[in-house]
C-alpha cells in the first residue's frame, strides 16, 4: 500500500497539508509498490487539487487509518446526500473505504511516475470503470 505518515496530532496535520495543497503544487515522496509499475516505490510525485476528481485519476486521500494513500480514484456514489469516492491501488484485488472529496489533498500532475499517472488514457479509463462495476456487483449480489 502506497501511505504517506502524518504526526498523532491528524487533524492539525491534515488541515495543514491541506492549506498547502490549496495554495501551490506539493511534492510528495511514496513509499510503498502498491501502484506499481506506473509509481515506483521512493518516487517523487507533484500534487495539486482539482474541483473534480474522475475515474481513473491518481490521488492522495487520507485513509480512514489516518495514512495518506496515492491511489487510483475508480468511481463515485451518492450516499445520504453526500459524494463519495471510491479509490483503489492498481495492484489490489478490492477497493478502499469510500472518501470524500474532502479527504482528497490532491490529483498527481507530475514528478518522477509514469506519463500515464498524469495525463490518464482513455483506454485506462475506461478499465477502471470496469472495477468499479465489479465494486458495484459484488455489493449488490451481497445484498
Same mark, same amino acid.
Given at each position: 500500500?502506497?501511505?504517506m505518515h502524518k504526526s498523532n496530532n491528524s487533524l492539525s496535520m491534515?488541515?495543514?497539508?491541506?492549506?498547502?495543497?490549496?495554495?501551490?503544487?506539493?511534492?510528495?515522496?511514496?513509499k510503498g509498490e502498491c501502484m506499481m509499475p506506473w509509481?515506483?516505490?521512493?518516487?517523487r510525485l507533484q500534487i495539486t487539487p482539482a474541483k473534480f476528481y474522475w475515474p481513473g485519476d491518481v490521488?492522495? *486521500? !487520507?485513509?480512514?487509518?489516518?495514512?495518506? &494513500?496515492?491511489?487510483?480514484?475508480? $468511481?463515485?456514489?451518492w450516499r445520504t446526500g453526500r459524494l463519495k469516492l471510491l479509490t483503489q491501488a492498481d495492484s *489490489? !484485488?478490492?477497493?478502499?473505504?469510500?472518501? &470524500?472529496?474532502?479527504?482528497?489533498? $490532491?490529483?498527481?500532475?507530475?514528478?518522477?511516475?509514469h506519463p500515464y499517472?498524469?495525463?490518464v488514457?482513455?483506454?485506462?479509463?475506461?478499465?477502471?470503470l470496469l472495477c468499479f462495476g465489479r465494486?458495484?456487483?459484488?455489493?449488490?449480489?451481497k445484498s
Open positions: 500500500m502506497n501511505t491534515h488541515d495543514a497539508v491541506r492549506q498547502l495543497t490549496r495554495d501551490e503544487t506539493v511534492t510528495v515522496t511514496v509509481i515506483e516505490n521512493d518516487a490521488v492522495v *486521500a !487520507l485513509s480512514k487509518n489516518s495514512h495518506y &494513500l496515492v491511489h487510483r480514484v475508480i $468511481g463515485g456514489y *489490489a !484485488l478490492r477497493s478502499d473505504v469510500a472518501v &470524500l472529496p474532502g479527504d482528497i489533498l $490532491g490529483r498527481v500532475t507530475g514528478g518522477s511516475c499517472t498524469v495525463s488514457p482513455l483506454s485506462h479509463r475506461l478499465k477502471t465494486v458495484i456487483f459484488r455489493k449488490v449480489v
